[in-house]
């Protein structure tokens, strides 16, 4: 097949080739230098095009491109390059800037693959030697760079990823369902009797409990935790009738979530209407995934695998929405068959960091139910409530099999009908944006006590939002970062306290705890209104009111933010620790205290030079919030749109506040376009 000249024009300040024949390798790689240079790719990518010349230097361009920009989608979490979605409007599809500084520069990828055509470009791919058709039988290539699935383009091992998760979830759909003696009796006796409608935590636990695989979804506040806690009750009883308690294991994506879900388990598991025997046999413990599979350092592999399966009955996953598709064919290639797998997480949060967006790609058919009418009359039996007024569409058992063992919980305890939270959280994950403005309208904002708006604020007034919130003059309003340092302040243990005495733990926890009662958060990492920006002014702010001692390196107060698991201290990419000054043989020295996030309750302290990968936290993106609550968060958005800036991203900012939410906005319309704006990652996995 004879390769395809691309249309091209080169910004003024680009490399130029020394040949317009993009069929010569060097003038192709040159445009993507010049998209490397715009930031458009990363090297990487411009690598990967490289490495694949190196390979076959008589690749096909469009090979070479499409290669560039399927590992460009990793980068913004896509799994795979969808042609048809590229080819008809590139900019978008490949999450490029609005246009801006340079409009001509705007227009070079559509430039690019303008004259291309969705069957072409297939068959151009199909042709080469570096990719793999799935479903074509004859050519070479199973161990090619390269996997097109119909009109999907993947990098081998993401396409490998994908097809380990589904293969190991539709072999438990065909598994049996678990036989769980009693089990209608056992409900009511943990949750109730029935009560009028449904009750989807009920429903939540009876489908986990039946089947190898379970998914429970819902916002905030709907009882997740709640349900999973009475699920293992339910198991434990069942099992101890048998003889032998279940081998539960409990893990979360990061440290923080895992610390949240042990003390929540602990504290619920305490009130439950069970023998103190069953008590004892509900795990409080909570791992990290990478400490539950034994993340081997330097590598990407585990010690638990497909070979060595972890020796356990039951696997609980909080927050899934964070596991991106590499971790979750990780785990579920550890876990042995009959093992239990329950998936706890709110699939309209922001997915994972890396690529894929597995909870959501599970939980497609959750809101309408899509229950067969098997499935829903056993619901109904076993809960004792219709379900004719739920809303639910019928779904069918084959097509819609993953949705037969998926519950989204709908009612949120935590945000009540009166709750601002809750109600801006709702209309913004409608794609309501007048009715989230109408929320934040200043008159809404004095009825709803808990949401606040802050629009266009001076230097001098957002310095003054970060470091005293809306506190009234009692202290009791939302706070800002001027609170835990006066915690710190305060409540210090007298001169003289011994090192080893336990009132310097106890003081730190107190500590971590008042900074936990503000976060700001924000949607980038570069720029005034962005995290690094926003760190420097927090601790300038800080540093002029004598509340700390200088504002860069260490001092006393400095809040941190783990950046990558390190395992010989013990800490996890999530984790927040403050430096604090302990004794330290005749005086005091600084140390950084943690939470402990490997199930063991306390704090870790660790020196200030063992901690290579952190960096200071007053602000931190949305992404890294993820699996955690604070008394009061802040939302500062950006001062113009940006594809980053979604619906999601600003419904995840909204309900990590527990009591208050501020947002802060620098100019108009940005809040509107991002609620209008869905994140669409692109994946191809089905179950």
Same mark, same amino acid.
């Given at each position: 097949m004879t390769p395809t000249a691309f249309n091209?024009?080169?910004?003024?300040?680009?490399?130029?080739?020394?040949?317009?024949?993009?069929?010569?390798?060097?003038?192709?790689?040159?445009?993507l230098d010049a998209w490397v240079a715009r930031g458009w790719l990363r090297r990487l990518d411009r690598a990967f095009a490289g490495f694949l010349y190196d390979c076959e230097p008589d690749t096909d361009p469009q090979v070479a491109v499409a290669a560039a920009l399927a590992s460009h989608q990793l980068g913004h979490g896509h799994v795979c390059l969808d042609l048809a979605s590229t080819l008809q409007n590139p900019d978008e599809a490949l999450s490029l800037p609005p246009e801006g500084e340079s409009a001509l520069a705007m227009r070079l990828p559509s430039d690019v693959l303008r004259g291309l055509d969705l069957p072409g470009w297939q068959g151009t791919l199909a042709a080469s030697p570096l990719v793999e058709v799935v479903g074509q039988e004859g050519k070479a290539g199973a161990g090619s760079p390269l996997v097109l699935d119909g009109q999907r383009l993947y990098l081998r091992r993401y396409w490998d990823f994908e097809r380990r998760i589904a293969d190991a979830l539709r072999r438990r759909l065909r598994q049996p369902p678990f036989e769980v003696p009693d089990l209608a009796e056992a409900l009511t006796r943990?949750?109730?009797?029935?009560?009028?409608?449904?009750?989807?935590?009920?429903l939540a636990c009876a489908i986990a409990a039946r089947g190898s695989i379970g998914i429970v979804t819902g916002g905030p506040g709907t009882g997740k935790t709640t349900t999973v806690v009475r699920l293992l009750?339910?198991?434990?009883?069942?099992?101890?009738?048998?003889?032998?308690p279940l081998r539960i294991l409990l893990a979360a994506p990061t440290g923080k979530a895992a610390a949240r879900l042990s003390a929540s388990i602990g504290e619920q598991a305490g009130r439950l209407p069970v023998p103190d025997s069953i008590r004892a046999t509900i795990p409080t413990d909570v791992t990290t995934l990478h400490r539950l599979l034994g993340s081997r350092p330097d590598t990407r592999h585990f010690r638990y695998h497909a070979g060595n399966p972890l020796p356990i009955d039951m696997l609980v996953v909080d927050e899934a929405s964070m596991v991106d598709v590499e971790m979750m064919a990780n785990l579920v290639d550890a876990l042995p068959d009959p093992a239990r797998l329950?998936?706890?997480?709110?699939?309209?949060?922001?997915?994972?960091?890396?690529?894929?967006?597995?909870?959501?790609?599970?939980?497609?058919?959750?809101?309408?139910?899509?229950?067969?009418?098997?499935?829903?009359?056993?619901?109904?039996?076993?809960?004792?409530?219709?379900?004719?007024?739920?809303?639910?569409?019928?779904?069918?058992?084959?097509?819609?099999?993953?949705?037969?063992?998926?519950v989204m919980l709908r009612h949120s305890r935590r945000f009540g009908a009166d709750s601002g939270i809750g109600q801006l959280a709702g209309?913004?994950?409608?794609?309501d944006a007048a009715q989230a403005r109408r929320m934040l309208e200043p008159s809404a904002a004095r009825q709803e006590p808990d949401i606040h708006d802050v629009f266009a604020p001076s230097g001098e007034a957002l310095d003054r939002l970060l470091l005293d919130g809306h506190a009234a003059s009692g202290g009791?309003?939302?706070?800002?970062?001027?609170?835990?340092?006066?915690?710190?302040?305060?409540?210090?243990?007298?001169?003289?306290?011994?090192?080893?005495?336990?009132?310097?733990?106890?003081?730190?926890?107190?500590?971590?705890a008042a900074f936990d009662?503000?976060?700001?958060?924000?949607?980038?990492?570069?720029?005034?209104?962005?995290? !690094? *920006?926003?760190?420097?002014? /927090?601790? &300038?702010?800080?540093?002029?009111? =004598? %509340?700390?001692?200088? +504002?860069? #390196?260490?001092? !006393? *107060?400095?809040?941190?933010? /783990?950046? &990558?698991?390190?395992?010989?201290? =013990? %800490?996890?990419?999530? +984790?927040? #620790?403050?430096?604090?000054?302990?004794?330290?043989?005749?005086?005091?020295?600084?140390?950084?205290?943690? %939470?402990?996030?490997?199930?063991?309750?306390?704090?870790?302290?660790?020196?200030?030079?063992?901690?290579?990968?952190?960096?200071?936290?007053?602000?931190?993106?949305?992404?890294?919030?993820?699996?955690?609550?604070?008394?009061?968060?802040?939302?500062?958005?950006?001062?113009k749109?940006?594809?980053?800036?979604?619906?999601?991203?600003?419904?995840?900012?909204?309900?990590?506040?527990?009591?208050?939410?501020?947002?802060?906005?620098?100019?108009?319309?940005?809040?509107?376009?991002?609620?209008?704006?869905?994140?669409?990652?692109?994946?191809?996995?089905?179950?």
């Amino acid at each position: 097949m004879t390769p395809t000249a691309f249309n091209y024009e080169l910004p003024f300040d680009a490399p130029t080739p020394t040949s317009p024949d993009l069929r010569d390798p060097p003038a192709l790689l040159s445009i993507l230098d010049a998209w490397v240079a715009r930031g458009w790719l990363r090297r990487l990518d411009r690598a990967f095009a490289g490495f694949l010349y190196d390979c076959e230097p008589d690749t096909d361009p469009q090979v070479a491109v499409a290669a560039a920009l399927a590992s460009h989608q990793l980068g913004h979490g896509h799994v795979c390059l969808d042609l048809a979605s590229t080819l008809q409007n590139p900019d978008e599809a490949l999450s490029l800037p609005p246009e801006g500084e340079s409009a001509l520069a705007m227009r070079l990828p559509s430039d690019v693959l303008r004259g291309l055509d969705l069957p072409g470009w297939q068959g151009t791919l199909a042709a080469s030697p570096l990719v793999e058709v799935v479903g074509q039988e004859g050519k070479a290539g199973a161990g090619s760079p390269l996997v097109l699935d119909g009109q999907r383009l993947y990098l081998r091992r993401y396409w490998d990823f994908e097809r380990r998760i589904a293969d190991a979830l539709r072999r438990r759909l065909r598994q049996p369902p678990f036989e769980v003696p009693d089990l209608a009796e056992a409900l009511t006796r943990l949750f109730g009797p029935p009560s009028g409608g449904p009750d989807w935590q009920k429903l939540a636990c009876a489908i986990a409990a039946r089947g190898s695989i379970g998914i429970v979804t819902g916002g905030p506040g709907t009882g997740k935790t709640t349900t999973v806690v009475r699920l293992l009750a339910l198991l434990q009883m069942s099992a101890a009738a048998q003889g032998r308690p279940l081998r539960i294991l409990l893990a979360a994506p990061t440290g923080k979530a895992a610390a949240r879900l042990s003390a929540s388990i602990g504290e619920q598991a305490g009130r439950l209407p069970v023998p103190d025997s069953i008590r004892a046999t509900i795990p409080t413990d909570v791992t990290t995934l990478h400490r539950l599979l034994g993340s081997r350092p330097d590598t990407r592999h585990f010690r638990y695998h497909a070979g060595n399966p972890l020796p356990i009955d039951m696997l609980v996953v909080d927050e899934a929405s964070m596991v991106d598709v590499e971790m979750m064919a990780n785990l579920v290639d550890a876990l042995p068959d009959p093992a239990r797998l329950v998936l706890l997480g709110d699939k309209d949060q922001l997915a994972s960091v890396e690529a894929g967006a597995v909870l959501g790609d599970l939980c497609q058919d959750a809101e309408a139910g899509r229950y067969s009418e098997a499935t829903v009359r056993w619901l109904e039996a076993i809960g004792g409530a219709s379900l004719d007024g739920a809303g639910l569409q019928p779904g069918d058992p084959v097509r819609h099999a993953m949705a037969q063992q998926t519950v989204m919980l709908r009612h949120s305890r935590r945000f009540g009908a009166d709750s601002g939270i809750g109600q801006l959280a709702g209309a913004v994950n409608r794609g309501d944006a007048a009715q989230a403005r109408r929320m934040l309208e200043p008159s809404a904002a004095r009825q709803e006590p808990d949401i606040h708006d802050v629009f266009a604020p001076s230097g001098e007034a957002l310095d003054r939002l970060l470091l005293d919130g809306h506190a009234a003059s009692g202290g009791n309003g939302p706070q800002g970062y001027a609170r835990y340092l006066d915690v710190m302040r305060r409540l210090r243990p007298p001169a003289g306290t011994a090192a080893d005495d336990p009132a310097w733990e106890a003081w730190a926890r107190t500590v971590l705890a008042a900074f936990d009662e503000f976060q700001l958060l924000c949607a980038l990492r570069k720029g005034d209104y962005g995290v !690094e *920006g926003l760190n420097a002014r /927090v601790a &300038r702010a800080l540093l002029a009111r =004598g %509340l700390i001692a200088q +504002d860069h #390196g260490w001092y !006393e *107060g400095r809040p941190v933010l /783990v950046t &990558r698991n390190d395992y010989g201290l =013990g %800490l996890m990419n999530g +984790d927040v #620790g403050i430096a604090l000054a302990v004794p330290q043989g005749e005086g005091l020295a600084l140390r950084v205290a943690f %939470l402990r996030s490997d199930g063991v309750a306390g704090v870790r302290f660790a020196l200030p030079s063992r901690l290579s990968a952190v960096e200071t936290v007053f602000a931190m993106t949305v992404h890294k919030s993820q699996g955690s609550e604070f008394a009061h968060t802040a939302l500062l958005l950006p001062d113009k749109p940006s594809p980053i800036l979604t619906r999601e991203l600003v419904y995840t900012g909204i309900t990590r506040a527990k009591t208050w939410f501020t947002l802060i906005e620098p100019a108009p319309g940005v809040f509107e376009e991002a609620v209008a704006r869905r994140v669409r990652r692109v994946s191809g996995l089905v179950v």
